[in-house]
Nanobody, 118 residues
Framework: QLQLVESGGGSVQAGGSLRLSCTARGFNSRGCGMAWYRQAARKQREWVSSISADGSTNYADSVKGRFTISKDKDKNTMYLQMNGLKPEDTAMYSC????????????WGQGTQVTVSS
């Protein structure tokens, strides 16, 4: 079964850090572009960051300089290191493979909750 499994969410105070993980199961994500999205309560889902198969990265302006996306090809896992967290970063974070053009598959993970208190 092909799936993405996220972990690493939790509750932190403003200014704190978390590292989210997104592990691909059932397939090799080495050649995939992948991304993180988030959805806060009563808001639309928004793109946070993406990483191409060759390691090129992009960030939303709201997280640039605070978040870092990366991939460990040996572990088949993508990460999102989040530093300097703000209450407005509170959301459900989900990872996605960027099919059909940047990956053979288009898959979403189940999401992991991040809550930042002031």
């Amino acid at each position: 079964q092909l799936q993405l499994v996220e972990s690493g969410g939790g509750s932190v105070q403003a200014g704190g850090s978390l590292r989210l993980s997104c592990t691909a199961r059932g397939f090799n994500s080495r050649g995939c572009g992948m991304a993180w999205y988030r959805q806060a309560a009563r808001k639309q889902r928004e793109w946070v960051s993406s990483i191409s198969a060759d390691g090129s990265t992009n960030y939303a302006d709201s997280v640039k300089g605070r978040f870092t996306i990366s991939k460990d090809k040996d572990k088949n896992t993508m990460y999102l290191q989040m530093n300097g967290l703000k209450p407005e970063d509170t959301a459900m974070y989900s990872c996605k493979t960027l099919g059909p053009y940047a990956c053979r598959y288009t898959l979403w993970g189940q999401g992991t909750q991040v809550t930042v208190s002031s």
